[in-house]
């Protein structure tokens, strides 16, 4: 079984080449997935229907970790994910908490500039 830290580890490198079905089963039945500037998303299947629309918009997301501690269950890293689709890079600044129960994701935070987000998508100038 992974620790908490290379599971984490793992789960952000899938989204380089993103599948919604093997990103989501990092994650425990009843997991919490919180975009801080957005509503959360509880539960397995919501958050794989949340990364498949996602990916509507994106081809995909490399994360560059910057920073990374475990300690227990807990794991917080620092990152700049850099969104790539539509002929578009964007790079994100990201800090990102987790929680972590056997080998699965049980809860995800991550804080980031919403206004970033708009850019990306087009909703600001």
């Known amino acids: 079984m992974p620790t908490p830290d290379e599971l984490v580890r793992d789960m952000c490198r899938s989204w380089s080449d993103p599948d919604p079905d093997r990103i989501s089963a990092f994650f425990a039945e ?9 509503e ?10 949340f990364i498949a629309g996602f990916l509507t918009t994106f081809d995909a997301i490399d994360f560059d970790i910057h920073h990374q501690v475990a300690n227990g269950n807990i794991v917080m890293n620092t990152r700049t994910d850099t969104l790539r689709g539509a002929g578009r890079i964007t ?9 972590v129960a056997g080998d699965a994701i049980t809860t995800w935070h991550d804080y ?9 998508f087009g909703l600001e100038g």
Do not use: K
């Open 40 to 49: 959360p998303i509880i539960g397995r299947p919501a958050i794989r229907d």
């Open 112 to 120: 980031f500039d919403m206004a970033t987000i708009n850019r990306a």
């Open 91 to 99: 790079p994100l600044p990201v800090m990102g908490f987790f929680e």
């Open 30 to 38: 009843d997991a919490v997935y919180h975009n801080i500037p957005m």
